[in-house]
């Protein structure tokens, strides 16, 4: 609930009284005043959430100073008290800026109905501007590989429920997207979808940006303010590289995963949120769990439904349809004429061990798409990529299939890898000229089409 603070302007004593008893029992923040000024007063001490303002006070019309109020940067929601509730009077609330009105003489219930408005009105405001601030990318996944149709499927399947959902995978091989995907499937894809990076956030904020805090729980908390948990109730929280959170803090987030509940840092009103939750993480969690860095019971909680986003190289079918998708996205966003890549440009990038996965191909392509000259189809040299593949006659020469695990720098590289380079680097530099590529490896024609005969079988590609 984003509503805490509430002040109550009506010039009779009695309607003070009984409406601060029933907001007191309701454990709001309750200050009164009786005239215009004694609420300036208070306005100026401490900020609303909510004013019960009447709407003739013994120094001035209420309306007016709801038109002060609406300059103020915190404006809180103003309820109207009203003498009658004829159609007039309530009208002319409303047109003053009031978010509701309250006729005299109302009953208690009246007021609980109200104050439940307020909170979802409030809470609605809020998670809009948060989401405005950290707007959904909201992209389709690309990919005719058979990893990503599965990948596709299991999201399809699993989003519809309120399973919880782990999402692992290398660096920039697109969990985020994934997670997206899941949200824009689901039935709760009208409500909040809120996102903590857990890596990003220090270890002192981490707890409060989970969970809120209250005004002076701690230096620098000069105001109360909602968790993200508070902040996605009702609809989604992502736990983006949840990996990284300490080990104390996954203490309380094991409770929130099984009461959904929580206090705020520094609070004691325990808080009960409707949330469903996804994770993602680029770490071994189970080694993590083996390290006793990662709680067990929390890991079950979490993996209730794993999904892995394979890595770029063990779905090398996806690499072209991904290059020409962000090709033409970013021709589009710089306002650039592409005529894409140049037979070997694409051969380099079928032959890339992509180490930083998807979000490298798509950095490579747009630093590409920005130097490109028109008229002129994107090379492999362009790229930058180190040791391109290269053929005139694509797809008769076929992408090279990349091992699964690229070597490291200190191992040694496997012989047919090194011959796979060096024929490609002759069909680079002979543009793709066979006849030329066979004569500076010093093999024969024939041998060399067998050789690319067999790539392009090792690739799954059929001639
Ligand atoms: N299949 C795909 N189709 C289209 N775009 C993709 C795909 N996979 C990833 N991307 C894009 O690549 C970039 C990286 O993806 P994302 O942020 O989802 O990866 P991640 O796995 O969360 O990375 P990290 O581990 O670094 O957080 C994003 O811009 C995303 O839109
Ligand atoms: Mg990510």
């Known amino acids: 609930m984003a509503l805490d603070r509430i002040l109550i302007v009506d010039d009779t004593a009695i309607i003070r009284k009984s409406l601060e008893e029933r907001l007191r029992s309701k454990r709001y923040a309750v200050s009164t005043a009786g005239s215009i000024a004694e609420a300036e007063k208070r306005l100026l001490a401490s900020s609303f959430d909510l ?113 919880t959902v782990m999402i692992s ?42 969970f809120g805090h209250e005004k002076g729980s701690f230096t620098g908390a000069t105001d109360q303010r909602d968790g993200r948990f508070e902040l996605a109730d009702g609809g989604t929280i992502l736990l983006d590289e949840i990996s990284e959170i300490s080990l104390a803090l996954q203490a309380k987030l094991l409770r929130v995963l099984q009461e959904r509940e929580f206090e705020r840092v520094g609070g004691n009103k325990t808080i009960k949120v409707d949330v469903r939750v996804l994770a993602t993480t680029n770490r071994d969690l189970l080694k993590a769990v083996e390290n006793g860095t990662f709680r067990e019971d929390l890991y079950y909680r979490l993996n209730v439904f794993p999904i892995l986003v394979p890595p770029l190289r063990e779905r090398t079918g996806d690499v072209e349809i991904l290059s020409n998708h962000f090709l033409e996205r970013f021709s589009k966003e710089h306002g650039i004429k592409s005529c894409g890549f140049s037979e070997v440009g694409m051969a380099g990038l079928l032959a890339h061990h992509w180490p930083g996965n998807v979000r490298e191909l798509q950095n490579v392509v747009e630093r590409a798409a920005i130097l490109a000259e028109e008229g002129v189809p994107i090379s492999a040299e362009l790229m930058g990529l180190a040791s391109p593949a290269a053929t005139a006659t694509r797809p008769a020469v076929p992408a090279p299939q990349v091992s699964t695990n690229p070597p490291a720098a200190s191992q040694v590289i496997p012989l047919h890898e090194l011959e796979k380079r060096a024929i490609f680097e002759a069909l680079e530099r002979t543009n793709g000229n066979r006849t030329q590529a066979a004569e500076l490896l010093q093999i024969s024609i024939r041998t060399l089409r067998n050789k690319l005969a067999e790539y392009r079988v090792d690739s799954g590609e059929v001639a």
């Open 51 to 163: 004013i019960f303002l009447d709407m003739q006070l013994p120094d001035g019309d209420g309306r007016v100073f709801i038109e002060r109020l609406s300059h103020n940067d915190n404006k809180p929601l103003v309820v109207m008290i009203t003498a009658d509730g004829s159609v007039e009077s309530v009208v002319e609330c409303m047109r003053s800026g009031a978010f509701d009105y309250l006729p005299k003489p109302f009953a208690m219930t009246q007021i609980d109905l109200i104050l439940k408005k307020a909170a979802e009105f409030q809470r609605a405001v809020r998670v809009t501007d948060f989401l405005n601030r950290e707007s959904i990318a909201q992209r389709e996944i690309i990919g005719s590989s058979p990893a990503i149709a599965r990948l596709k499927d299991l999201i399809h399947r699993v989003g519809r429920t309120n399973a």
């Open 169 to 210: 995978g290398e660096n920039g091989t697109g969990k985020e997207l994934v997670a997206n995907d899941i949200f824009l499937n689901s039935q709760r894809s009208a409500k909040p979808f809120i996102k903590v990076n857990c890596a990003a956030i220090s270890e002192t904020l981490i707890e409060s940006e989970f």
